[in-house]
Nanobody, 120 residues
């Protein structure tokens, strides 16, 4: 089993910043990609940003230039720095990680989600 523990959500005013963290633990042999997704009320879950083990990144067009994803491979942790936040960024943000466990079986796990609310 692999566990993902998220932190850093909250309420922020438009134009403000938040930093999300997600630490992976458990029977991890390797982590391939880590990423952040979000789901707003009444909408489907969407990719926000992802980062591969080698550092390649991918962003949703709506967050390019405002959000930065990074990871610390030694700590099995991924971060999402969110700047210039807008009300439309309000959503539950979910961490995702995939890779192989101790038994070399592939896994794909989700965190429990953390609420981000952008409002004045």
């Amino acid at each position: 089993q692999v566990q993902l523990m998220e932190s850093g959500g909250g309420l922020v005013q438009p134009g403000g910043s938040l930093r999300l963290s997600c630490a992976a633990s458990g029977s991890i042999f390797s982590i391939n990609a880590m990423g952040w997704y979000r789901q707003a009320p009444g909408k489907e879950r969407e990719l926000v940003a992802a980062i591969a083990s080698g550092g390649n990144t991918d962003y949703a067009d709506s967050v390019k230039g405002r959000f930065t994803i990074s990871r610390d491979n030694a700590k099995n942790t991924v971060y999402l720095q969110m700047n210039s936040l807008k009300p439309e960024d309000t959503a539950v943000y979910y961490c995702n990680a995939n890779g192989r466990d101790y038994w070399l079986s592939s896994y794909n796990y989700w965190g429990q989600g953390t609420q981000v609310t952008v409002s004045s």
